[in-house]
């Protein structure tokens, strides 16, 4: 009998990836779906080591792909996603109809297919993308459904496959070469070096000083206007040299430039102020300026680095929020055009807001240079067919959420009015100094005389170089040739010529777009990877590499050159498209870029074929005649050869001095590296003998600062000779032990010690610390010692602060049992309330609060805690927010700990 058919129940099925974007779905397909999240992948590749164990030594175990069979991925539904999949096929069984709308990149359409070949539905499957999530926009994407894009999935899985080959085939190199935890990676190691390039253009960068003259000079004729300043060009006919006219070295490169220095300028100024001035020539220009095109991804992050000073991170995660919740279309793209709908709205809004004069006559029409725009058909803008001035939404957005919408909404409408107009007027005067040198200056500015699309909005700048040789400007007075002018001062005016500056994240993401290197979708991720790993710090907006990020990139570049090279990353980047355009085959591609000819070239072959790599070699860099600067184990140093003892005639211990953290790689001079070197004091210094052991203390500068130790000697010959033996069963003697290595005592410094003037009998009693106190009356004990954040008792597992570091000799045990008789204290102040309440949790059915933790503010119901977004202020969080928020928490599971090896009971 065959089996009874199901009834059909006309529920339909509609898949995301998050809760906010399944809630503002469900508000506009009404009855009959149901909306459900995903939460973003439901399986990826696994870690090797969590892999079966009868794969791990197969041609799967090294990567969690299987590099033999056409490089199939082993896929795995992890562990916090498979209670998120049982709930999925339990809705599929009652539905009728599937629908997959995830985004409608690669990433989306990776996640959709991954779904599909997980549930392995028995309904019909439909893929739903829409650009935004509005009503007009769902209503459009259910007409125009389709099948998953198999051309964009095997794209995304090539790209995550290659992620893999190249992270864990380079990273282990890096780990024993330059140290343990680094990782490599396609685009960030490339981004690390274009950091690393301008930091070694800044420290090779030697400054030229130059001179010039600024005149303040007005009208013989009052009546023609007031005065203006003008700078000097030309002396005698020839070009007066500007900083853009010498190299990074200091040397002046345009031969035919007048390089005036101090004594030649200043002369040059005092015969100048009474010579008399006249115009030599007035030229106007007609002056038009274009608005610039939607926001990509890319543009976005730029601008609101240059205008918001949000980092690509924060700006990604806003703008996902606004996505969500309906305000503006999908923000990872690559193109910059606008479909009919927001063309209309914008030229409608210039319209109404500015007047019909600042809209042209022709719609404005964008195009992007990449062929495939990240799959998705539009820029950045608000959402809708009509759209919501900033005004109109300010009360249902965050501070952080108005603030980029505004942005967002103003350059899409500038995108669309009329170009800005006005005039430039470049002014030539000149004068003979007493001693008859020609001096010519210029003067110009630009008089707007319509607006256009600057009424609404003007796009940022990154700073430039050597900005203020540019020639002096401002509104100038209506001049004519001929006219007289008299000087009112002229000023000799020093400069130097600047470093090239170093990358902020809006110019990294630009050069790295320009390069064609990674996607923009990803740079947020880059960037926060970079940081995450030690590569690159913040200095204001400025990147700064740290030491290790030279050697790392050093390694890469001398045994794996092709893989940080700028072009080779680019074309790989054009041969994922190609893919994603079904003009490649992935499995083809990916042999290609593993194995390549098997002989010279390919990742494998690189790799099996390194040779010896000296890590002393990788890690150090020249500083100064005889320093060196070595990046070890525990941060950079600063070392000085070994050299003869002139009295004793045995080599000296090389000379150490410790490289401050804040120091950046291009302050660290010759010059300096002397000073740190002469100002390091004694790196050691031995204090006497302990009368109880007998083993030398000394005192020594340490990586986290001074310390005090015990000198353990090493066994001598005979003493290991007469290590008791063991025998085997047979009655052979085993080899001997290497003898357990006894750990010294050690103690830091207090706060008011040095290691000049430490004492023996202070070292000693640092190096006895914890001091046991005693115990209270339920016989716990009680111990004083000093830890990260200052001198604190500990009782079991409850900590307490102490006064000063002093304190630590002093305090009795009566002190400290009246110490814990109080209230516990947090930062010098009884446990702080909630910084915000939110009433009972629907799933926990607990308080929700707003803590202030240790590592910032953090939500919890008492048994969920998740840190508040840095891009939320909790005076904007709200309820539905934190539960939210704590939901997402609790669907990706608690956080892995370390496996525990067990120790195998003994045999008895």
Do not use: C
């Not at 009868?54 to 562990?79: H, I």
């Not at 992270?167 to 690393?196: C, D, F, H, I």
């Not at 525990?634 to 003869?644: I, N, Q, T």
């Not at 003037?757 to 004083?784: C, H, Q, Y």
């Amino acid at each position: 009998m065959p089996p009874k058919a199901r009834e059909k129940t006309g529920m339909k099925l509609v898949i995301v990836e998050s809760p906010a974007k399944g809630k503002t779905i469900a508000g506009y397909l009404g009855e009959g779906f149901e909306v459900t999240a995903s939460m973003g992948h439901i399986r990826d590749l696994p870690q090797p080591s969590d892999l079966p164990a009868e794969l791990k030594k197969t041609s799967v175990g090294k990567f969690a792909v299987d590099v033999e069979k056409n490089f199939e991925p082993y896929y795995v539904v992890s562990a916090d996603k498979k209670k998120k999949v049982a709930e999925l096929k339990s809705l599929l069984k009652d539905a009728d109809e599937l629908y997959l709308a995830t985004d409608g990149d690669r990433e989306g359409e990776a996640i959709a297919w991954h779904l599909l070949e997980v549930l392995k539905p028995k309904v019909p499957v439909h893929r739903l993308t829409f650009p935004e999530i509005t009503r007009e926009a769902i209503q459009r994407a259910l007409l125009e459904m389709r099948d998953v894009d198999t051309d964009l999935v095997d794209a995304q899985e090539t790209r995550r496959i290659v992620d893999r080959l190249f992270g864990y085939e380079l990273s282990p190199v890096l780990w024993r070469k330059v140290k343990a935890g680094l990782s490599a990676g396609r685009v960030q190691s490339v981004a690390t070096r274009l950091v690393v390039e301008r930091e070694r253009e800044r420290m090779a960068f030697r400054s030229a000083a130059y001179w010039d003259l600024l005149a303040t000079v007005e009208p013989e004729d009052a009546a023609k206007g007031g005065a203006f300043k003008a700078k000097l060009v030309s002396l005698d006919g020839s070009r007066v040299a500007t900083g853009k006219d010498f190299n990074d070295t200091g040397v002046l490169t345009a031969k035919s430039a007048v390089h005036l220095d101090e004594a030649a300028a200043t002369s040059l100024a005092d015969g100048l102020r009474t010579a008399e001035f006249a115009v030599r020539s007035v030229e106007n220009k007609p002056y038009t300026r274009r608005p610039a095109a939607p926001f990509t991804t890319s543009t976005l992050q730029q601008e609101s680095a240059r205008k918001l000073r949000f980092s690509a991170r924060i700006t990604m995660q806003v703008a996902q929020r606004l996505y969500e919740n309906g305000y503006i279309t999908y923000m990872r793209t690559d193109s910059p055009a606008l479909s009919d709908q927001a063309v209309n709205a914008a030229r409608r809004q210039a319209s109404e807001l500015y007047g019909p004069e600042y809209v042209p006559d022709a719609r404005r029409v964008y195009k992007g240079k990449d062929k495939n725009a990240q799959e998705a058909h539009e820029a950045i803008r608000p959402a809708g067919d009509s759209f919501r001035t900033p005004g109109q939404v300010r009360s249902q957005l965050s501070s952080d959420e108005y603030k980029l919408y505004e942005l967002i909404w103003k350059r899409t409408v500038a995108s669309q009015m009329a170009d800005a107009k006005g005039s430039t007027s470049t002014v030539r005067l000149g004068a003979v100094a007493p001693d008859g040198r020609d001096a010519v200056f210029s003067a110009s500015g630009t008089v707007i005389t319509f607006p256009g699309f600057m009424a609404a909005y003007e796009e940022g700048k990154d700073a430039a170089r050597d900005e203020d040789d540019d020639a002096a400007t401002g509104r100038l007075p209506r001049l004519a040739e001929k006219d007289a002018l008299k000087a009112q001062d002229v000023a000799a005016v020093g400069h130097e010529t600047s470093a090239p500056p170093r990358y902020t994240e809006a110019s990294l993401i630009k050069t790295l777009e320009e390069r064609g290197i990674g996607r923009p979708s990803t740079y947020a991720a880059t960037i926060s990877t970079i940081m995450d790993r030690g590569y690159v710090s913040t200095r204001g907006s400025a990147l700064v590499p740290s030491w290790i990020a030279f050697s790392v990139v050093r390694l890469l570049e001398e045994h794996f050159r092709d893989y940080v090279d700028y072009d080779f990353t680019a074309a790989l980047e054009e041969d994922l498209d190609r893919i994603a355009r079904g003009e490649a085959k992935r499995v083809d591609w990916l042999d290609g870029f593993y194995y390549g000819d098997r002989k010279e070239t390919g990742l494998n072959t690189i790799v099996n074929d390194l040779g010896e790599i000296d890590p002393r070699e990788i890690n150090s860099i020249q500083i100064a005649e005889g320093i060196t600067l070595r990046v070890g184990k525990f941060g950079p140093y600063l070392e000085r050869a070994a050299v003869l003892d002139p009295e004793t005639g045995e080599l000296a211990d090389p000379q150490r001095a410790n490289v401050p953290d804040d120091l950046a790689p291009d302050e660290l001079t010759a010059e300096k590296a002397v000073e740190l070197m002469e100002n390091q004091g004694p790196g050691e210094r031995e204090l006497g003998q302990d009368p109880e052991t007998g083993r030398t203390i000394v005192a020594r500068e340490g990586r986290y600062g001074a310390y005090v130790t015990e000198i353990i000697p090493e066994l001598t010959a005979e003493e290991l000779a007469n290590q008791p033996v063991e025998y085997y069963k047979n009655g052979k003697p085993k080899p001997p032990k290497k003898p357990v290595k006894v750990k010294p005592r050690t103690g830091s410094l207090f706060k008011s010690m040095t290691v000049e003037t430490v004492t023996l009998e202070d070292a000693l009693k640092l190096m006895s610390l914890p001091r046991v106190l005693g115990a209270d009356a339920e016989g716990n004990e009680i111990t004083v010692q000093n830890g990260r954040f200052g001198p604190y008792l500990k009782k079991g597992t409850d900590s307490r602060s102490i006064g000063s570091e002093e304190e630590i000799f002093t305090i009795t045990l009566e002190q400290a049992l009246e110490i814990y008789s109080q209230p516990k204290q947090r930062g010098g102040r009884t446990a702080a309330p909630p910084l915000a309440e939110f009433g009972t949790d629907p799933v926990s059915e607990k308080n929700i609060v707003v803590k202030d933790g240790r590592f910032g503010p953090y939500i919890t119901d008492g048994a969920t805690n998740i840190t508040v977004p840095r891009s939320m202020s909790i005076e904007e969080l709200t309820r539905e927010q934190a539960i939210e928020l704590l939901a997402e928490k609790r669907a990706k599971g608690p956080a892995k700990k370390p496996a525990t090896r067990r120790k195998a009971t003994a045999k008895k």
